[in-house]
């Protein structure tokens, strides 16, 4: 398998965050439909994050809906869901 994170960073309480950037163009009633669409792939960017960084537990996983000028938090939604 192959990917690419789109970004990696800190937050204001020193926790990692893998976040990837979507530029769908969707309706406000379609976001959790994509988010639980791209939720494994993020899934899949946080546990190579952490094994590669040698974290305690992957890092949080938000959806940054570039369209809607927003974030989406995507490790509330289980992979398969």
């Known amino acids: ?11 204001d309480h020193g926790e990692a965050v893998v976040a990837d950037f979507k530029s769908d163009a969707v309706a ?12 494994p792939q993020l899934e899949h960017y946080a546990r190579a994050l952490a094994a590669a960084l040698g974290l305690t537990a992957p ?13 989406e938090p995507a490790d509330r939604v289980a992979p398969g869901d």
Not at 59 to 71: F, K, Q
């Open 1 to 11: 398998m192959t990917g690419a994170v789109d970004l990696v960073y800190l937050d």
């Open 28 to 39: 406000e009633e379609e976001v959790p439909g994509l988010v639980a669409r791209y939720a």
């Open 59 to 71: 890092p949080r996983r938000e959806l940054w809906l570039l369209r809607l000028d927003r974030v």
